[in-house]
């Protein structure tokens, strides 16, 4: 007999909480559903664009009728839940049905607030809050002049401009003298409200209303002052509240909303609530992406894993009036103990200001250009030191604009736009997913199209599709990310439970940290392999199933399966012997393309996997190495001629080239590192965009940090200088460490040090000389286990022979 | 409670219709080698005269085989990380399944697959893959 699950509220976030239940437990509960509508599930934030013209109702439809019958969902609609008899776990509806539940689930949600004005009952006047409202101020738009909205935040906003389409004449009433207060400052707001005027909505500022006037139907509203204006439909949106009677009258505590703790559930612990209607933390929530997180911790408990918690939502607004961009998020006013930086600029119509406190961003509010949106969010919920960026930080990310897409203002772009670049999906492809397979956030989109999910440069253009295609209130993902999704632990939780917990495989972390899959996937599995060598190098075994083939077969696959090889060559100086080697293997095993690389090495293209040992076996005997080209590991150090031969040359760059790369190869890494040496400050090694860069000055070194090409081209920043070229060694092998030890698998050294500041790692690195050492004697101390060539290993010596040899070969 | 018709039994009268037309490849239960050849939550190649076919081994034990070629663009799954009765393509991280070769969704798409079995240690491969149903039909 399954325990019976009944759910009061067919809307959103209830259904939303149903449907991740159904992932993780298909088959627990009997599951009963109350609808107040009369349709099924369907997209709340999209009707304003319903509203609007742009879509049918059909097309935001969430789940129909049938989706319910064939998951076995006993499906109520029209039928509202009048009482809940919790000692006798039952409840009824308004026209006599009734249904036990073992759990029950509240998701009320909330409903406008109607002003308590004389008039507020005659018809006419709605709120904007259903497809039934729609549906009257699209009837009263067919009928009718003069809307007025009475409310101009985003809602009521939504409303006029959706009358507006409609071909209403369209008044908003604000009681402020800023529209969105909630989510503007003044300056944003005057832009918005001229923006809106030119599109012919008129504003009444300052007006509290007093009286809806009329006879058989609405003719007007009065306000306070005395003014009067006529209407024929009046839209009320000055704010929602959360629908609690039910709740309270069975008893359940209620504030503003249904009290629930960290796991959703009530005062009343068989019965849970989710969504508008509660009241979590002493807060409420209007928008969907927190509705979105307390779903998957509600049915984190019903499915009985027990271990989810909901700890609140950070949230960030959009408005989505077609053609307006508008982006806010978090405390965008400040106070004495914070201070803001602005950018404005009238005549283009945009307007910027990040409000900053003890160098962490605490809010935004962003007009006319909302590129850069996401990532000021993504700052802000991470507590990213900004110091360091703060005079860059109102140009943006400069994260769009790079290779691959040329353009950044998305509404703009056509259908046939491209937008991911790697895998060719347009505009138009990713506005069609979102709409048709309802999806909601940036995974699903990766998961669907594709798009942003190889190179992820368009990531932030793929997030304005979104919030473009939902309309309000997309939100990006959640504060702390969970590494993947066979855990709920971050990458730096899981990180210092190996650490703290001193776990030394991956079966011992998947058991301590409760993985929720037998043995991981592709995503967690080699960061686990990497945490746990790193962290114990001596201790922890590299699992070899774990790795990704390149890192297993020591060399890079293509993408017909063959692969290439490149031998190191130390600081970028080869010799004709090796020379003559590589040409002998060359021939010898017909290999088809031979070419140099951007790291000055050579690179051997189109080896079967099968002749790879043989070709390690004729490289090693010409004294050639492993590049390490194929790893998440130091990848090459590359050189100027330097003092040697350079006539600008002040020092011997060519040989620290050589003497860092004997330090440092052989090493694993979070991602791939590169290094760079130049004798100059000319810099022809172009040390200024590698991971760890070297310029020799007439005094010593400078050392830069935090530099990549690729995706989005990155400056290091100068760490120090140096004198001597023992420092430089000692320097470098510090920084490697402590990007070893505490950088995110496949974190590059730029995003690591945008996140934890340039001053942490001055800090760390130059400052703390005692740190530095022991720094650089833990990478000294894991190099001594690491500094063996992988390709002898296995064309001499028989390591992993399985990996090259067919098991069977059929006649 | 209505149920959904279940699809796949109206199919049964075409895939009979066809196979008459195109009488299935013989095929024939070969030894490929010892269970301990093959890694666990890894796999080997075998290599037949129509192209490769690898041969997984799950963490408990389980052999599956499927042809080496990723329905998306062709990319070797025997290299792939397996995990559960899953495996990761390298090429572009398609996630297969294992037993019934099918991409999991929201990818669409189908690898052929092979019967195995597991004998004292030995794993035996059936040379020619299985009739696929769940190939031709879609996963949507």
Sequence with gaps: ?811 | MPTKPNIKLVKTPMTAAADIKHTPPAGAWIEVGRLDDIPRLGARVVCAPDGDIAVFRAADDHVFALRDQCPHRGGPLSQGIVHGHKVTCPLHNWNIDLQSGTALAPDVGCAGVYSTRVENGVVFLYTAPLPSADCSGSSE
């Excluded at chain 1, 200001?353 to 509010?365: E, F, L």
């Design chain 1, 1 to 811: 007999m399954k325990e019976k699950l009944v759910l009061i509220g067919n809307g959103m976030a209830g259904m939303r909480t149903i449907e991740e239940l159904l992932a993780l437990a298909p088959d627990l509960y009997d599951i009963t559903v109350f609808g107040a509508e009369a349709q099924a599930n369907y997209n709340r934030i999209l009707l304003s664009p319903v509203l609007a013209g742009e879509k049918t109702i059909d097309e935001i439809m969430l789940n129909d009728e049938h989706w319910y019958m064939d998951r076995g969902i006993v499906l109520y609609l029209n039928s509202e839940v009048t009482g809940i008899d919790r000692n006798n776990r039952r409840v009824t509806t308004a026209d006599g049905v009734s249904a036990e539940y073992d759990r029950l689930l509240i998701a009320t949600g909330s409903q406008p607030f109607i002003l308590p004005v004389p008039g507020h009952d005659l018809p006419g006047v709605i709120g904007f809050r259903d497809i039934h409202d729609v549906d009257t101020m699209i009837d009263a738009a067919q009928h009718y002049r003069h809307a007025v909205v009475i409310g101009g935040g985003l809602l009521g906003l939504e409303a006029a401009n959706g009358l507006l389409r409609q071909g209403m004449k369209v008044t908003v009433v604000h009681i402020g003298d800023i529209l969105m207060e909630r989510q503007l400052d003044s300056a944003a707001a005057k832009l918005l409200r001229k923006s809106l005027t030119e599109r012919g909505i008129e504003f009444v500022m300052g007006a509290e209303t007093a009286e809806i006037v009329g006879k058989k139907r609405v003719q007007g509203v009065r306000f306070k002052d005395g003014r009067e204006i006529s209407a024929d439909l009046v839209v009320m949106a000055v704010g929602i509240r959360p629908n609690v009677a039910l709740a309270k009258s069975a008893g359940l505590y209620c504030e503003r909303g249904v009290v629930v703790n960290d796991t959703m559930q009530t005062y009343d612990p068989r019965v849970y609530a989710v969504g508008e209607c509660v009241q979590h933390r002493k807060q409420t929530y209007g928008l969907v992406a927190p509705l979105f997180e307390m779903a998957k911790t509600c049915a984190n408990h019903l499915a009985e894993l027990g271990w989810a918690r909901y700890a609140g939502s950070l949230t960030s607004t959009r408005l989505k009036v077609t053609g307006i961009d508008m982006f806010s998020a978090g405390d965008f006013t400040g106070d004495e103990t914070s201070d803001e930086i602005v950018l404005q600029d009238a005549a283009r119509g945009v307007y910027k200001k990040i409000v900053i406190k003890d160098h962490k961003i605490r809010g935004a509010v962003l007009y006319g250009d909302t590129v850069d949106g996401a990532w000021y969010f993504q700052l802000m919920r991470e507590q990213s030191p900004i110091e360091d960026i703060r005079d860059r930080l109102l140009f943006g990310q400069g994260h769009l604009g790079d290779s691959g897409h040329g353009a950044n203002a998305v509404a703009a772009m056509a259908d046939s736009a491209e937008i991911c670049g790697c895998n060719g999906v347009c505009k138009g492809t990713i506005v069609q997913a979102i709409t048709q397979k309802k999806l909601f956030t940036l995974e699903e989109v990766r998961a669907h199209t594709k798009a942003s999910s190889s190179c992820g440069s368009c990531t932030g253009l793929v997030e304005q599709l979104l919030a473009m295609t939902l309309g309000g209130d997309y939100s990006a993902a959640p504060q702390n990310k969970p590494m993947c999704p066979c855990t709920h632990f971050t990458h730096d939780e899981v990180r210092t439970a190996i650490r703290e917990r001193e776990l030394t495989s991956i079966p011992a972390v998947m058991q301590a940290l409760e993985w929720t899959t037998p043995n991981g996937c592709a995503s967690c599995r080699p960061a686990l392999n990497y945490y746990l060598i790193s962290t114990w190098p001596h201790a922890a075994r590299d699992d070899y199933q774990s790795r990704y083939i390149n890192e297993r077969a020591h060399a890079n696959i293509q993408k017909d399966g063959s692969y290439s090889v490149i031998p190191r060559m130390w600081g970028g100086v080869t010799t004709p012997d090796e020379l003559r080697t590589i040409a002998d293997v060359v021939d010898k095993y017909k290999i088809p393309t031979v070419k140099l690389t951007g790291g000055q090495r050579i690179d051997m293209l189109g080896v079967q996997k099968e002749t790879l040992p043989m070709v390690w076996a004729d490289l090693n005997k010409g004294g050639l190495v492993s590049g390490h080209a194929y790893g998440k590991a130091l990848r090459t150090v590359k050189t100027c001629v330097g003092q040697e031969w350079c006539r600008f040359g002040v020092r011997d760059s060519t040989q620290m080239g050589i003497t860092l790369e004997k330090m440092t190869w052989g090493s694993w890494m979070p991602h791939k590192f590169k290094m760079a040496v130049s004798g100059c400050p000319r810099n022809c090694a172009e040390a200024t965009i590698k991971d760890f860069g070297v310029v020799a000055v007439e005094s010593g070194w400078e050392l830069h940090v935090g530099g990549n090409g690729g995706v989005k081209v990155r400056v290091t920043d100068l760490l120090c200088k140096v004198a001597s070229e023992e420092e430089v060694l000692e320097y470098c092998g510090a920084f490697i460490q402590l990007y070893r030890e505490e950088a995110r698998y496949l974190d590059r050294t730029a995003p690591w040090i945008e996140r934890v500041g340039l001053s942490y790692v001055k800090q760390r690195i130059v400052e703390d000389a005692d740190g530095r050492k022991a720094l650089h004697a833990r990478f000294l101390d894991s190099q001594t286990l690491a500094q063996s060539d992988p390709w002898a290993e296995r064309a001499s010596h028989g390591v992993d022979k399985h990996e090259f040899v067919p098991l069977k070969r059929l006649a």
